[in-house]
C-alpha cells in the first residue's frame, strides 16, 4: 500500500531564544516561531493537497503549538502522542546550556548507540526503537497519508529509519533540518522516495 509522510520541524521555541536545552521540556513557541509555524501551514496548504491527511504532533507544547498555527491553513485534526517527543535527556530536560555542558557525560571517540549523555537518558539505540516503533504503526495503519510534527533529534532519527539508513548514519547533518523545515517521504510496494528533505519555506 502505498503512503506518504510529511514531517515538520516545529518553529522557533523559547529555549532556542533563552539558551537552555529542549528534551522533554515544555517549552512554548515565540511569537516569531508562531508566525514561522503559520507560514509552514501557508506553504503546504498551496503546494500539498492534504484534505485525506492524518496528522500528528508530539505532545511537547512547542510541537503542539506548531501543528495548531499550521492547521489555521490546513484544517486537520491533530492527534498528539509521547511517541513523537524529543530525545529525553534526563537530567538534562530544560536547563540552561552553561549548567548541561557542565553536566553532560562526553561522548566516547568510539561511536556507541548506548551512551547516556545524563544518567537517565534516553540513549541512540532506545530513540530509535522507538521512531522505529512508529513508523511501522504508520506502515501497518489503515490510512495512507500522514503529517508528522516533532522535533529535530526525533525527526533526525525518523527520516533514518523511513529512508532506510542505519544509526552510522545519524552522523549525517542532511538528515537534520532547522527549525520549521518540511520533508516528504513516499513508501510504495517497501521502496522509499524522498521528494524533498528538510525543505526551508520560512
Not at 484534505?51 to 484544517?75: G, H
Not at 508528522?148 to 529509519?161: D, M, P, Q, T
Request: glycine share 6%; with cysteine.
Amino acid at each position: 500500500m502505498k503512503k506518504t509522510i510529511i514531517t515538520v520541524r516545529h518553529t522557533e521555541s523559547e529555549h532556542h531564544v533563552k539558551n537552555f536545552s529542549g528534551g522533554v521540556s515544555y517549552w512554548n513557541l515565540t511569537a516569531l516561531g508562531k508566525d514561522q509555524a503559520f507560514k509552514v501551514g501557508k506553504w503546504l496548504s498551496e503546494n500539498e493537497s492534504l484534505e485525506d491527511f492524518k496528522m500528528f504532533s508530539s505532545d511537547l507544547p512547542r510541537t503542539f503549538q506548531t501543528a495548531q498555527e499550521i492547521c489555521k491553513s490546513v484544517p486537520l485534526k491533530i492527534e498528539t502522542t509521547e511517541r513523537l517527543r524529543e530525545i529525553d535527556l534526563g537530567e538534562g530536560n530544560g536547563i540552561p546550556y552553561d549548567e548541561y555542558d557542565k553536566l553532560i557525560s562526553p561522548k566516547p571517540e568510539i561511536y556507541d548507540p548506548n551512551h547516556r549523555s545524563f544518567p537517565h537518558a534516553e540513549n541512540d539505540t532506545e530513540l530509535w526503537a522507538r521512531m522505529k516503533s512508529f513508523y511501522n504503526s504508520i506502515l501497518e495503519s489503515d490510512e495512507n497519508d500522514f503529517i508528522l510534527v516533532s522535533h529535530g533529534g526525533a525527526l533526525l532519527f525518523l527520516h533514518l529509519v523511513i529512508t532506510g539508513k542505519t544509526l552510522d548514519d545519524i552522523r549525517n547533518d542532511y538528515y537534520f533540518g532547522k527549525a520549521g523545515a518540511i520533508s516528504k517521504f513516499v513508501i510504495d510496494e517497501g521502496k522509499c522516495s524522498v521528494e524533498y528533505l528538510n525543505k526551508n519555506v520560512i
